[in-house]
């Protein structure tokens, strides 16, 4: 499988919470191992098995993707072995046509199931198959390839401080998301955003919320004050000039009638 390749010096890695193929939320996981095999007389094999977070549908094209070699080389044995059997009972044609038969199908149930693989990607899917390959250890040193290269980016920069033997692609990747990557907010700034009601939570994310329309500008009441208190002077001066024409007098606090 070709893809970017990253090597971890640690015996515990860290995986990021995300489907390796196309990076979307991970729903269940899938395990990846490698079998090593050691000695000349006696031979022992050791195992090594890890779990990556996996959505499910990736899990399901994955698997049709392996399935479909198994598949067409089990119906490629069986039809051999059919031919074999043929050709010794029956006769050699019998035998040559059971075994193209056979060939024939296997490369049909291959293709079939290849065709479903390729059905159920999505199209941020970086591949068919399997996504991720783990190629070993060699003391606490494990290597694995990623096909999809934002996830080996995601994963290069989870363990970088274990990082060994980085290529300059792995140094590249990991740069360009760093420099994507959207400023993180103070926790003071996102309170803040969030009691004004300027953004909202979706699935762990901070999104944009609607903007809501702007209200109505605030009138003050202060000039309407005035001009009442204005109306109210203009009354009580008119009312006083009549009383005075009336020869009348006109008592205000504060004042002596002379």
């Known amino acids: 499988m070709n893809g970017v390749r990253v090597e971890v010096s640690a015996r515990k890695v860290t995986v990021p919470y995300l489907c390796p193929c196309c990076c979307g939320v991970a729903d269940t996981a899938l395990a990846v191992s490698f079998t090593r095999v050691t000695g000349e007389r006696f031979l022992r094999e050791t195992t090594r098995e890890l779990d990556f977070p996996y959505c499910t549908r990736c899990v399901r094209h994955s698997s049709w993707w392996t399935t479909a070699s198994r598949a067409a080389i089990a119906v490629m044995a069986s039809g051999a072995l059919a031919g074999v059997v043929l050709g010794l009972v029956v006769g050699a044609a019998a035998g040559i046509g059971a075994a193209m038969f056979g060939g024939g199908l296997a490369v049909l149930v291959g293709l079939a199931l290849r065709a479903k693989a390729r059905a159920g990607c999505a199209p941020s899917c970086a591949g068919c198959g399997p996504a991720v390959t783990y190629h070993g250890w060699v003391d606490?040193?494990?290597?694995?390839?990623?096909?999809?290269?934002?996830?080996?980016?995601?994963?290069?920069?989870?363990?970088?401080?274990?990082?060994?033997?980085?290529?300059?692609?792995?140094?590249?990747?990991?740069?360009?998301?760093?420099?994507?990557?959207?400023?993180?907010?103070?926790?003071?700034?996102?309170?803040?955003?969030?009691?004004?009601?300027?953004?909202?939570?979706?699935?762990?994310?901070?999104?944009?919320?609607?903007?809501?329309?702007?209200?109505?500008?605030?009138?003050?009441?202060?000039?309407?004050?005035?001009?009442?208190?204005?109306?109210l002077l203009d009354n009580v001066v008119q009312i006083d000039r009549r009383a005075i024409g009336a020869g009348g007098v006109v008592k205000r606090p504060g004042r002596r009638a002379s």
């Open 140 to 231: 606490q040193v494990q290597t694995f390839s990623f096909v999809s290269r934002r996830y080996a980016a995601a994963f290069a920069e989870e363990n970088g401080r274990n990082l060994v033997n980085v290529t300059p692609l792995v140094y590249q990747l990991v740069e360009q998301q760093r420099v994507s990557a959207p400023p993180a907010q103070s926790p003071a700034s996102l309170h803040s955003a969030l009691a004004q009601g300027n953004i909202a939570l979706e699935h762990g994310n901070v999104a944009l919320a609607p903007t809501q329309p702007p209200l109505a500008p605030v009138v003050p009441l202060w000039p309407q004050r005035v001009d009442r208190a204005r109306d």
